[in-house]
């Protein structure tokens, strides 16, 4: 059997880094407005 566990493209990285960015910015964002 193949190994599932592999270790996280860095193109997943990247889109998770992105993301949480994004979460920031848009936490941010709300805080500012309110």
Known sequence: TP??????PEP?????M????LGITL???SSEEV
């Open 3 to 8: 190994d599932v566990t592999v270790p996280i």
């Open 12 to 16: 997943t990285n990247i889109a998770l």
């Open 18 to 21: 992105f993301m949480g960015l």
């Open 27 to 29: 936490v941010r964002g």
